[in-house]
């Protein structure tokens, strides 16, 4: 004689549902390290190219880095871009040259002692 359990449509939906959820945390997980590893992926490309970029400016004689405006110093920084803006063609004036032995305080006065110099 076999008693007919009042829950089993319960029992057979849950165990349903549980299926369910762990085919969800399944698809989750697996969708989650290839996301991952595609991260992981991209940083190692980054960093090859970077690597190459590197070697090669650092196989460049000092004329060539100076023709494209480097020193030895900036590669780091050119390659991982951070190097500063420099303004290429938006160089600073050029300060005049003075020369401060022809300075009328130079020749005509110093104020050694309140005695003007007399200029040779």
Sequence with gaps: MSIDNPYSQYTSRAHQDRADALARAGYRLVTGVADIADGVVALLRKWRDRRQATHELLSLDDRLLKDIGLTRGDIWAAVH???PDRGIGSAPAP???ADIALT???IAGCNDNQR???VA
């Design 104 to 106: 009328p305080h130079a």
């Design 116 to 118: 003007p110099r007399r």
């Design 95 to 97: 300060t005049p040259a």
């Design 81 to 83: 871009g951070e190097l």
